[in-house]
């Protein structure tokens, strides 16, 4: 019998869906719904959220921690697991080093706020290597940011623009994206749209988004670089860019001029495969008939070709139509939790401090915003010599299965002495760890939406939420909070949360943590606590207004030396219209992005079991005929490096001559007959080795040369 509904919010994903909850009276969570009176998400909740009851109580979750023997598992006490984890780390440290223990987190650590502070800060107090999944996801903005700088008073909101262009990414599944709405987006399109809003999308499919496009560039995976630069020549041909921003904020604008000049409308239709007067109308509809509004760019544009020049130029296109708050605009929220201070309307110059770390011991890769590179992190383990990482601590991630080339992570991941995972479900990284710690999640602790004000959401929202749900029975679980300060505290290290240090004596709440979180909020810890439980806007925030720029003003540089020649390598590489239905690899394999799971996770969620056992492989009626294979019979799809067993599917959406498969499928790496039961990995299509970005080791995970095969 249900005897208590409460509201809080979903945190699968950064939607932070809010959601109405009902709970036995052991504190079980039986239902969850879409809260309705929610005013930010409305009601809207997608699959996985609605069905994590089943996962929570499901039997891939794992209750207590857990210790490899041999090739099983025993349970053992949490302060045990601690002892033993603790004392390995400090053996690993004292014979090789900080740098011979790794951390790394991922997508899982964001549904815990303490997490995403905590589990960094146990690294940092031990001064060792962190890694993160931003490296094998949008690391092309990172490296962006380093090299053209950053506005401080940030882009123009979505909220306050008349024009959008939206490259490889498409929120209406994904939800969650720089710059955009990420709560109930469909919802925020539609009123977009209805107040005017041009939307432009650049996207190889035509996706969910593009229902909403004014215009939509089809283009051929890998050719984002000449798009931008195509718009960007437009934009100057024209004289649309904003001239007076232009010269007092931009920094080699003249060579910006100049490297775009070979990218004719004509040349650049003819290599990305898209329409001359569609290029020439988004030019138009972005800088000349829209005056607010700014670019998101995805993870398409970030796993494919050349991803660090695209992100730059895509960039630099907002940047010389000046699409950044000025003085005197309001910001559109001002910040709930994390007040935001009155920013100054300038630029910071770039730090480029990739170029003053020291690079990867392995690859020379470069490190990027105090992370090490993931796609280095095998090698790390696996090539011997000063500063080997021997043990490695994961806290909400996967990646025996979301890194590409997983024959090649399990097999590093064997070579470590110590593997610990903070992981509350049964997967493939779990299945190699010496000690699985199992945390609590969703409805089973406290939190508040910090991590949303994170990703520039533009309205003034909170919502915040009690433990509503008690641990599954029998359980013993310990999160990212607790066991950072006790395996710190064991090491004799005190962690810094942010910029506060914490004691060793005792161990601080879940409460203490989200007090120093909010210590300077707009809203205080206890009003929130009380009147944001169902979510809330509060409209009656002191406005923060942009002030002029400083003093010490820098510049935005839309065309540093290392960009013109990556744009200059780029102009001379076969256009991928070249390569595509001729030679080996004839088709091109995009990244696609289901509703029914998240990356590796949900897989086992009854209704993503139901809809979605695996992934097929979509591809063009065009393509299909030509590869003399019925619609629905099994086919294998082969790269370069590997080759896994599919379905085909038509798929008339997709651009001829590519092909898409949603990622995270597959259980255990290796030709898989069981593909109809659990999916295909497409991580074995990909190589760590070949085809990355020389900068910071990223592969190229879209736009992947593939053939199909019958099977
Ligand atoms: N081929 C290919 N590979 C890809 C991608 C692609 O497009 N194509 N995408 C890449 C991208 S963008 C990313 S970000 C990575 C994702 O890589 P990962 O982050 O490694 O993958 P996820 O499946 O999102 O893993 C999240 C984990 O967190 C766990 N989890 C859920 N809630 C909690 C919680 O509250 N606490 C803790 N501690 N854990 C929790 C989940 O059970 C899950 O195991 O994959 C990348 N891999
Ligand atoms: N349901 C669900 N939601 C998720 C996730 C999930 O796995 N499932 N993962 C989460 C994670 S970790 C992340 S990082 C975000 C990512 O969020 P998004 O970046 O929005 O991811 P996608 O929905 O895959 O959109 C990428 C788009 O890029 C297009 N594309 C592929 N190659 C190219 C190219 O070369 N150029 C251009 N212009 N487009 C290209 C694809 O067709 C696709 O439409 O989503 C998050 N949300
Ligand atoms: S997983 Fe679904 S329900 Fe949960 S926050 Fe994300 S979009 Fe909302
Ligand atoms: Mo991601």
Not at 237 to 265: C, I, M, Y
Not at 622 to 637: I, K, P, R
Not at 653 to 668: D, E, N, R, Y
């Amino acid at each position: 019998m249900p005897i208590l509904k409460t509201k809080s919010y979903c945190r699968l994903c950064q939607g932070f869906c809010g959601m109405d909850v009902t709970l036995d009276d052991h504190g079980r969570v039986t239902q969850v719904r879409g809260d309705h009176a929610n005013p930010a998400t409305q009601g809207y909740a997608c699959i996985k959220g609605l069905d994590a009851p089943a996962g929570m109580y499901g039997p891939h979750r794992i209750l207590r921690p857990r210790k490899k023997v041999g090739d099983t598992y025993i349970e053992i006490p949490l302060e045990q697991a601690l002892d033993e984890i603790a004392a390995k780390i400090g053996t690993i440290i004292d014979e090789d080093g900080a740098r011979s223990m790794a951390f790394m987190r991922g997508t899982g650590t964001f549904g815990s706020t303490i997490a995403v502070f905590m589990f960094p800060g146990l690294a940092d107090a031990l001064g060792s290597p962190r890694f993160s999944t931003m490296t094998i996801d949008q690391s092309a903005k990172w490296v962006r940011d380093d090299r053209f700088g950053t506005w401080k008073a940030g882009k123009h909101a979505f909220s306050q623009s008349d024009v959008w262009l939206f490259a490889g990414a498409n929120p209406l599944v994904s939800v969650y994206s720089w710059h955009t709405p990420v709560q109930n987006p469909t919802k925020k399109m539609k009123e977009a749209r209805e107040r005017g809003m041009k939307i432009i999308v650049v996207d190889p499919r035509a996706t969910e988004l593009t229902q909403y496009a004014d215009v939509h560039l089809q283009l051929y995976p890998g050719e984002d670089a000449a798009v931008a630069a195509g718009m960007i020549h437009l934009v100057l041909a024209n004289g649309w860019e904003d001239k007076a921003f232009s010269e007092q904020h931009l920094r080699n604008f003249d060579r910006l001029r100049d490297a775009v000049a070979p990218f004719t409308p004509d040349m650049v239709a003819a290599r990305a495969g898209i329409d001359v007067k569609d290029l020439g109308k988004a030019a138009r509809i972005f800088a000349n008939e829209a005056k607010r509004g700014s670019v998101t760019t995805g993870t398409g544009t970030s796993m494919s070709r050349f991803p660090n020049l695209t992100e730059h130029l895509y960039e630099a296109l907002g940047a010389i139509c000046g699409r950044y708050n000025r003085e005197g605009d309001i910001l559109p929220n001002p910040g709930v939790i994390n007040a935001k201070k009155p920013p100054r309307a300038e630029a910071i110059d770039p730090k480029r401090g990739f170029e003053k770390t020291p690079p990867t011991r392995v690859r020379g890769a470069a490190q990027l915003m105090g992370e090490s590179a993931t796609p280095t992190l095998a090698e790390e383990i696996l090539t011997p010599g000063k500063g080997r990482i021997r043990g490695l601590m994961i806290s909400g991630a996967n990646p025996a299965s979301a890194i590409p080339d997983s024959e090649k992570v399990v097999e590093a991941f064997r070579a470590l002495d110590l593997l610990v995972a903070i992981e509350p479900f049964e997967n493939e990284t779990t299945a190699l760890a010496h000690y699985v710690l199992p945390p609590r999640i969703l409805y089973e602790h406290i939190d508040f939406t910090f991590a949303l004000e994170m990703v520039n959401l533009d309205y003034p929202y909170a919502q915040f939420t009690e433990a509503v749900a008690a641990p599954p029975e029998d359980s013993e679980l310990a999160d990212e909070g607790y066991i950072s300060w006790a395996i710190a505290k064991r090491l004799g290290k005190a962690i810094t949360f942010f910029g506060t240090e914490l004691e060793t004596d005792q161990a601080p709440t879940d409460e203490d943590y989200l007090r120093i979180l909010s210590a300077n909020a707009r809203v205080p810890f206890d009003q929130l606590r009380s009147e944001a439980v169902g979510g809330k806007v509060y409209e009656d925030l002191p406005d923060v207004i942009v002030r002029g720029p400083g003093e010490n003003a820098g510049r935005l540089d839309v065309m540093p030396e290392d960009v013109a020649s990556e744009l200059e390598g780029f102009l001379n590489s076969a256009p991928e219209a070249a390569h595509v239905r001729s030679g080996e690899f004839p088709l091109r394999l995009i990244a696609r992005r289901v509703r029914e799971v998240s990356n590796t996770s949900c897989r086992t969620f009854p209704t993503a079991r139901k809809r979605m056992p695996f992934n097929p492989l979509f591809l063009h009626p065009d393509d299909l005929h030509q590869s003399g294979l019925d619609a629905d019979t099994e086919c294998w799809v082969v790269s370069r490096h590997g080759r896994i067993p599919s379905v085909v599917r038509a798929d008339k959406t997709l651009k001829p001559g590519t092909v898409s498969m949603a990622h995270g499928f597959g259980w255990v790496a290796g030709e898989d007959t069981e593909f109809r039961d659990r999916g295909s990995s497409v991580s074995l299509l990909v190589s760590l080795d070949e085809d990355t970005e020389a900068l910071q080791a990223m592969p190229r995970m879209s736009g992947i040369p593939v053939r199909i095969e019958a099977r």
